[in-house]
Nanobody, 119 residues
Framework: QVQLVESGGGLVQAGGSLRLSCAASESIFDIDVMNWYRQAPGKQRELVASSGSGGSTNYADYVKGRFTISRDNAKNTVYLEMNSLKPEDTAVYYC?????????????WGQGTQVTVSS
């Protein structure tokens, strides 16, 4: 069972920046897909950014150019650099790991970290 612990959330003014971290309790590998999701009050959880094998990344349209996902497999950590934050970015941000072992998909979630952007 992989434990994921997010940190770095907080209160920031619009236009500001935050850097979220997600530390895994065991090794993460290049073939693992690491994701950041978010969930705002009254809304469904949505995918923000993904980091796949070979350094591939994908972003939701509403964060492209503002957010950057990165990972340090040696430190078992994935990051989300968030710039030019907007009030609509306010949400609980969750780290997610997807791993395929022997053809089975395993999914792990962190507990989430609150990001609040004031106008």
């Amino acid at each position: 069972q992989v434990q994921l612990v997010e940190s770095g959330g907080g209160l920031v003014q619009a236009g500001g920046s935050l850097r979220l971290s997600c530390a895994a309790s065991e090794s993460i590998f290049d073939i693992d897909v690491m994701n950041w999701y978010r969930q705002a009050p009254g809304k469904q959880r949505e995918l923000v950014a993904s980091s796949g094998s070979g350094g591939s990344t994908n972003y939701a349209d509403y964060v492209k150019g503002r957010f950057t996902i990165s990972r340090d497999n040696a430190k078992n950590t994935v990051y989300l650099e968030m710039n030019s934050l907007k009030p609509e970015d306010t949400a609980v941000y969750y780290c997610n790991l997807r791993r395929i072992i022997l053809g089975s998909l395993l999914t792990y979630w962190g507990q989430g970290t609150q990001v609040t952007v004031s106008s």
